[in-house]
């Protein structure tokens, strides 16, 4: 059984430009959830979807939006990138209402 | 609203000492509560979970109490290791609506021979 899976592990990218992160599911899961963990902090919710629909978000601007396919593979997408989003974004995947599992992250770094 | 609070880091122990971090939660109704463990670099992985009060939650040593009376998910092990030293996440599931986490700032320990 395989993972979650994010893509890529690290990119560098300039302010004001925009940014892609991936994240494959587990197998089985159709619960994708988001999240932002600034250096030193806890990770904070973004939002989640299920079943290719948002279902909650957290205190983030509407440049921070995603998508959810219909094998529940996930994407996080941020415009307007500024200095304050450079963090690690880590995926988790889940069924409806269990634990969550976590992949292994993504590395952005904005200058 | 719903909070996460934990004790600072970083916890300095030498191996086979005995391990308290502390928990403290704020939260309407019944959350679940979690650990989640952050290896250098890496993902989190749950550690363990207790879904309501009372529940004891274990795994690898490591143990934690769903205390209602207290609001507080301590998490303890009797005998760290070396491999043990990374950073620990307290976490809450608020019940219903979404399935989202609410975490503490995390505790890095380190353990050392």
């Known amino acids: 059984e395989t993972g979650v899976t994010q893509s890529p592990t690290h990119l560098i990218k300039t302010r004001g430009q925009q940014v892609t992160l991936r994240c494959s599911s587990q197998s089985g899961h159709n619960t994708v959830s988001w999240y932002q963990q600034a250096l030193g902090q806890g990770p904070q919710f973004i939002f989640q979807y299920y079943r290719e629909e948002e279902n909650g978000r957290g205190n983030f601007p509407p440049r921070f939006s995603g998508l959810q396919f219909p094998n529940y593979s996930s994407e996080l997408n941020v415009n307007a990138l500024e200095l304050d989003d450079s963090a690690l974004y880590l995926c988790?995947?889940?069924?409806?209402?269990?634990?969550?599992?976590f992949g292994p992250g993504t590395r952005l770094t904005v200058t | 609203g719903n909070s996460v609070t934990q004790m600072e880091g970083p916890v300095t122990l030498s191996e086979e000492a005995f391990l308290t971090i502390n928990c403290t939660y704020t939260?309407?109704?019944?959350?679940?509560l979690f650990w989640y463990v952050q290896y250098p670099g890496e993902g989190l992985q749950l550690l363990l979970k207790a879904t309501k009060a009372d529940d004891k939650g274990s795994n690898k040593g490591f143990e934690a109490t769903y205390r209602k009376e207290t609001t507080s998910f301590h998490l303890e092990k009797g005998s760290v290791q070396v491999s043990d030293s990374a950073v620990y996440f307290c976490?809450?599931?608020?019940?219903?609506?979404?399935?989202?986490?609410?975490f503490g700032t995390g505790t890095r320990l380190q353990v050392f021979p």
């Open positions: 976490a809450l599931r608020p019940p219903g609506g979404t399935d989202k986490l609410i």
């Open positions: 988790a995947s889940s069924p409806p209402g269990q634990e969550q599992y």
């Open positions: 939260a309407t109704g019944y959350p679940s």
